[in-house]
């Protein structure tokens, strides 16, 4: 499955052809990517799209659940065949959570996302 590329800023990428879409392993890793980043109930074609970050984020985070959560969305999402690593680190002091996960996708190749929540 081919999906347009975005860019740094997470917007979709326009101009460069066929260059502006990504294909196989790069498309999975960019759909995990914008899954992690999404709030679930925000995007009105999917409703459970998305996490419930501001529901399993509210002190106090129960981050088993929220690992959960975030692993149960990477292998909902098309083309992940498995994860084969997973770290989480919150960081209190800026109140970001760190997600980095490798995982294996179904055309066999193997990608890392790296996600600042």
Known sequence: MRVRRVDADNDWTFG???ASYAGTSE???QRVRTRLLSFMMDWFLDLDHGLPWLGDMERPADLTQVERDIKRQILKTEGVAEITSFEMEQ???TRKLRIVTTLRDVYGGESTVDVDR
């Open 27 to 29: 498309s999975v890793a």
């Open 91 to 93: 960081d209190t002091a």
């Open 16 to 18: 460069q052809g066929r």
